[in-house]
């Protein structure tokens, strides 16, 4: 393989080189030079040459391929987007494609220890803040080394779940029966390795399903494979390195990430693919794999009270900076309040409304708490922006029905907001008494209402 | 074969070191000092820069229970009611490398300790552990000026790290870092640009940069971390690329997740709680490091065990 790999984002210049210098003016710029100052704006296309080269072709058409390839596993809404990310950190952007996490059940388990695991699977999902967090695949891994009983659990599963699925074999023969039966769901195939590569690019090539290819002595290696699998036809490529530690984890990921969206080598522009297993190493990876690159990662086992934080730093990460994740506008009770409980507002801003609660809670002071929606704005910022205003406080107590939950005649207000006091009270008839400016300072106001 | 490059980064700025902690060399007490800081590089990447200095871990130690979580206690058992057990537990049982003593028995609201009580705390678990030592007061303004000055003397020989200088309150605490040549914690409220205001006030008011840690606010998973990973990993990069006033080192007080209620509710659908509220601590220190932080501090033995096990794997352990 030569350097030709290795493609920076072209300037005019290098463009220029790659055009035939005819300066024919059939593309309808006077000269090659002025129409490659096109290209390279993408002002222009260069099928507008008709003399240009195949190889310039080619070599144009890469650098201008998204710098991870987007790769689609599964049919319907359950379907997994992975790839296609462009950014090294999130705050220069965001990050588009959350990693996916899936479950691997093993074909040597009985029949019941498979309907189990399915449905803990199907168990890990979590509702938070608007948002279902969920186990997003199953996988099946050969571990029996048998063809028909890999085939057999595949389909199997596949009639239990509407989840994608991964198929986790080296024999291209087990892998080329199991695919064929479930390909309709477009299964990811795990895959291609230095001994399989060529059989395992055709079973992918014929039952039109992506396919990860790993190579774990390094990532050279990788990229020949990689090279190889690409050039007998398959395009939706999987990496898996085989991290062997976290060091490696997050060394290759970022590599591999760095290498890709600054187009400084093109061979590797791929989904992560990370089999994490099961444990605390396990958790570990899938932790790092979220915040650095990952796009899959497979456990062998989870449980809810792992499997709960790995999801929730997954949400935290792949929020868009730009859009503060928002909570639903709404009466909440906390701490179980009831007519003689204290009626509090705040706004829908989700690091607002958690540290609001975390200091009622904290204070074990039941509260009725109205929560404004100020398009996921902060206190300070919606009152600014005209967003939290005493009408609309007013308005969302009525629509609430706040005050008929708490009859104290009363509502505590945050003391950023302490000007719209009198308008509120006006609006409400609602005694207004004026919190404090941090929320810190709710337990001891709670108290003294007591 | 292909030729697969490694992206090294030319950075012209480095982070660097604070010291805390002084042995007998230096006049002081402690065992070992410990050095944070001194990367040249985005975290745990080897290729950008070697890792000097281990990220160091503090445990948490409060002297008083008032707010303290009974789920976290289980783990210590009565040493919780004693600072100086509680020390030893963490230096002894789970090999932190520093204590972070927080005195909010001072709280003029709460409990009212005087600043000679809080001062003779820090005397005995100096004389307790041979760790070194932060010390926060209760973040009442005008106590925490006493109580601090009281602490920066009792512990004037040992480079204690004393919490926290903020923007709108930062001379008193300077002072007392000055007056005994201990280090200071920078305090900011997830924001870039507050991160290097209070450390260019403070460097103004005569502290030296070798004497600053930054606080740049770690918010707790799930809320707001992905705030603090942003601001954290925004401050590293700005210091790589040569800003002289964020180039200090980082602390992230992980003790925050607690506060989140899905750390800690009794819910059989979110799995053991113990489990979980440990994880979640651990979650939230992982996020911490891998945007920069250089020390933690941590309220659960079980996160500290987990972070450690991921600490030992990212320096280049099995």
Not at chain 1, 331 to 337: E, F, G
Not at chain 1, 399 to 404: C, E, L, M, W, Y
Not at chain 2, 183 to 190: E, T, V, Y
Request: aromatic share 6%; with cysteine.
């Amino acid at each position: 393989m030569s350097c030709s790999e290795v493609i920076e984002v072209p300037t005019a210049m290098e463009i220029f080189k790659l055009l035939p210098k005819k300066n024919c003016g059939e593309c309808k710029f006077p000269t090659c030079l002025a129409f490659a100052m096109q290209l390279a704006n993408q002002k222009a296309k260069l099928e507008d040459c008709p003399y240009v080269s195949d190889q310039a072709k080619a070599t144009l058409a890469a650098s201008a391929a998204p710098p991870i390839r987007l790769v689609k596993i599964g049919t319907g809404s359950n379907a997994i987007e992975v790839g296609d990310e462009t950014e090294l950190y999130r705050h220069e952007k965001k990050f588009f494609h959350p990693t996916a996490y899936a479950l691997i059940i093993s074909d040597s388990s009985s029949d019941d220890e498979i309907k189990a695991k399915v449905e803990k699977a199907h168990s890990l999902r979590f509702e938070r803040v608007g948002q279902l967090l969920k186990m997003d695949m199953i996988g099946i891994k050969n571990d029996s080394g048998n063809a028909e009983r890999f085939a057999a659990v595949a389909e199997k599963v596949s009639k239990m779940t509407d989840l994608p699925m991964i198929l986790v074999s080296d024999k291209p023969d087990a892998m080329k029966l199991a695919a064929s039966k479930i390909a309709a769901k477009v299964p990811l195939l795990h895959g291609a390795n230095l001994s399989n590569a060529e059989a395992m690019a055709a079973v992918a090539k014929e039952t039109k399903c992506p396919l990860v290819v790993y190579e774990d002595t390094s990532l050279n290696q990788l990229a020949d494979l990689v090279a190889k699998v690409k050039t007998a036809g398959v395009e939706d490529i999987v990496l898996d390195f085989g991290a062997k530690t976290l060091k490696d984890l997050i060394e290759k990921s970022t590599i591999i990430r760095k290498i890709s969206v600054k187009k400084i080598f093109r061979g590797l522009g791929y989904p992560i693919f990370v089999y994490a297993g099961e444990g605390e190493r396990a958790i570990l990876r899938g932790l790092i794999s979220t915040m650095k690159y990952g796009s899959i990662v497979a456990f062998d086992d989870i449980d809810p009270a792992t499997a709960l934080p790995l999801y929730v730093l997954r949400q935290n990460i792949y929020t868009d900076p730009q859009v503060p994740i928002q909570v639903k506008p709404d009466l909440y009770a906390i701490n179980n309040p009831n007519e003689k409980s204290p009626l509090l507002f705040t706004t829908n801003f989700s690091l607002t409304y958690f540290t609001v609660v975390g200091d009622i809670e904290k204070s074990k002071i039941p509260v009725w708490l109205q929560v404004i929606d100020t398009e996921g704005l902060s206190v300070m910022t919606a009152f600014a922006a005209g967003k939290l205003t005493p009408e609309m406080v007013a308005k969302a107590l009525e629509a609430s029905g706040a005050k008929n939950k708490s009859k104290r005649g009363e509502i505590i207000i945050p003391g950023m907001v302490a000007r719209m006091s009198s308008k509120l009270q006006e609006l409400t008839g609602l005694k207004v008494i004026v919190g404090p400016k941090e929320s810190s300072g709710l337990p001891k106001l709670l108290k003294s209402l007591e | 074969m292909v030729e697969v490059p490694i992206p090294k980064e030319k950075w012209t700025g480095k982070i660097g070191t604070t010291i805390i902690g002084a042995t007998a060399e230096d006049g002081g007490t402690r065992g070992k000092k410990v050095v944070i800081g001194g990367e040249t590089g985005m975290p745990f990447l080897s290729f950008e820069g070697s890792i000097v200095n281990r990220p160091a871990i503090a445990g948490e130690v409060i002297d008083t229970l008032r707010d303290y979580p009974l789920l976290a206690r289980k783990a210590f058992g009565d040493a919780v009611e004693d600072p100086v057990q509680w020390s030893k537990a963490w230096v002894e049982k789970y090999g932190v490398d520093l204590i972070c003593l927080k005195l909010q028995s001072t709280n003029p609201e709460e409990e009212n300790k005087s600043p000679q009580e809080a001062a003779e705390t820090v005397r005995k678990v100096l004389a307790a552990v041979p760790v070194p030592l932060v010390v926060y007061g209760c973040g009442h303004e005008e106590k925490d000026a006493k109580t601090m000055e009281a602490v920066s003397n009792i512990g004037a020989k040992e480079r204690l790290l004393l919490g926290h200088a903020e923007e709108s309150a930062y001379k008193s605490i300077a002072a007392a870092s000055m007056a005994n040549n201990h280090a200071l914690i920078a305090f900011s409220n997830l924001d870039i640009n507050l991160a290097k205001q209070i450390n260019i006030l403070l460097t103004d008011f005569g502290v030296k940069k070798e004497n600053i840690v930054a606080d740049p606010l770690m918010a707790s998973l799930g809320m707001g971390l992905e705030y603090s990973y942003s601001v954290n990993e925004r401050i590293r990069l700005a210091a790589l690329m040569g800003d002289s006033m964020l180039q200090v080192p980082m602390v992230c007080d992980t003790t925050i997740a607690w506060k989140a209620r899905e750390a800690t509710e009794e819910n059989d659908k979110l799995g053991d709680v113990d489990v979980r509220a440990a994880w979640w601590e651990a979650t939230t220190a992982l996020a911490a490091l891998v945007s920069g932080a250089d020390m933690l501090i941590m309220r659960s033995p079980k996160a500290v065990e987990i972070v450690k096990k991921a600490l030992h794997e990212l320096l280049g352990g099995d």
